[in-house]
């Protein structure tokens, strides 16, 4: 009986296709979406106190907690 002929691994059959592989870190991924809610609470934060709006009336939940 003969072995199978040895295999690496790491060697696929064919090249990767760079384009079609996304490559991203998590934790990148992850601080790039809370720097995003930073901005827009700090856009909304901006807008409210240039426009006098009360934040509190238009949080939700706020209403009942400050009845």
């Not at 079609?20 to 934060?45: D, G, K, M, S």
């Amino acid at each position: 009986m003969r072995l199978p002929a040895h295999r690496s691994p790491y060697g696929l059959d064919g090249p990767l296709d760079g384009g079609a592989t996304a490559l991203a870190r998590p934790y990148l991924v992850a601080h790039e979406q809370e720097r995003a809610r930073q901005r827009r609470r700090r856009i909304a934060l901006v807008l409210a106190a240039d426009l006098g709006i009360d934040l509190d009336q238009h949080l939700i939940g706020a209403r009942e907690v400050a009845a």
